[in-house]
């Protein structure tokens, strides 16, 4: 085990690193992205805030055309894109692109969903009371949808983490490359094996995390 670790640990180390970093970037500039885009299509929905029977088809088409796109598929049919953005389509830099582009449609359909399940009766209070839609969108829509959101986050993560071993394929770096590379083309069942617990280990650690930070906030329990 010692000379496992010895030959392998600051590999394995590394990898984690850049799958955390890939998956951590992704996950923020996909909410920068996937959180208006889905406020707005709660917003613009029948029965919505603000409805809009026209922007709402379009953002919808948006929103499941982004889903439907298998990630690998993605992943290689954006590389000029991703060369203009980070210019490169390896490492680190090259990943957070796709992943990003790939979880955006996802982020803004699980803010969607979140929203939705917001009470009625607390956002008709709120007009009652003369708040204007972004104050209704902020202080009702976004703070009693805030669990959801969480759990959202969380769900995001761990779809990105999954993503990101993908991504290794193509050169992207993190513990999927170190699986492919070593554990695959080399043979080396153990560094496959490590890989996968890792990535098992870092999943469940986070998932818990944000149960639990949901559970915190959720002031309904």
Known sequence: MMEFFDKYGALLAQGTVDTLV?????????????????????????????????????????????RSIPF??????????????????????????????????????????SLAEVDKGLIEAAHSFGASDMQIIVKVMLKESLPSLVRGVAITFVNLFGYSAMAGTVGAGGLGDIAIRYGYQR????VMLAAVILCVVLVQVFQSLGDLIARVIDHRS
């Not at 029965?47 to 709402?56: H, K, S």
């Not at 060369?83 to 969607?112: D, K, Y």
């Not at 043979?187 to 153990?190: S, W, Y």
Request: hydrophobic share 55%.
């Open 187 to 190: 043979f080396q069942g153990d």
């Open 72 to 113: 690998i598929i993605l992943l290689v049919a954006i590389i000029p894109f991703t060369r203009f953005v980070v210019g490169t389509s390896l490492g680190v830099p090259g990943a957070i692109v796709p992943l990003t582009v790939a979880a955006a449609p996802f982020v803004a359909r699980i803010v969607e969903q």
């Open 22 to 66: 890939m998956t951590f970037a992704s996950c923020f500039f996909a909410y920068v992205i996937g959180l208006p885009l889905g406020i707005w299509f709660a917003v613009t929905a029948p029965g919505g805030l603000r409805p809009n029977r026209g922007v709402n088809t379009v953002l919808g088409w948006i929103i499941n055309i982004g």
